[in-house]
């Protein structure tokens, strides 16, 4: 599966950002989808993850009540609204997908990954 994120760019804190993780041609239908984010001189680290259905999500606790993650099997495409962005929040952020429906903050458990895209938050 090959995957397109997209939607980064340059905002001020406070605003908002919606990212967009595409697969074309390939259905996503079956995977789970997943944000991650990788700042730089850091490790990557887990956003958001969301079921094959879109029937439960789950957070870092970093970004719960401020980014929310959903998805459009029609569309093969996965987004990552974030709004109330800080600048701890700059980094290159990367889609995934899996099957395996467990462990959905782990980054190794993923199959499947875009080519990022970078968010930057100016303070």
């Known amino acids: 599966v090959q995957l397109q994120a997209s939607g980064g760019g340059l905002v001020q804190a406070g605003g908002s950002l919606r990212l967009s993780c595409a697969a074309p041609?390939?259905?996503?239908?079956?995977?789970?989808m997943g944000w991650f984010r990788q700042a730089p001189g850091k490790e990557r680290e887990f956003v958001a993850a969301i079921t094959w259905s879109g029937a439960s999500t789950y957070y870092a606790d970093s970004v719960t009540g401020r980014f929310t993650i959903s998805r459009d099997n029609a569309k093969n495409t996965v987004y990552l609204q974030m709004n109330s962005l800080k600048p701890e929040d700059t980094a290159v952020y990367y889609c995934?997908?899996?099957?395996?429906?467990?462990?959905?903050?782990?980054?190794?458990?993923?199959?499947?990954w875009g080519q990022g895209t970078q968010v930057t938050v100016s303070a």
């Open positions: 041609g390939r259905t996503i239908s079956y995977y789970v």
């Open positions: 995934a997908a899996k099957l395996n429906s467990k462990d959905y903050s782990l980054l190794a458990s993923y199959d499947y």
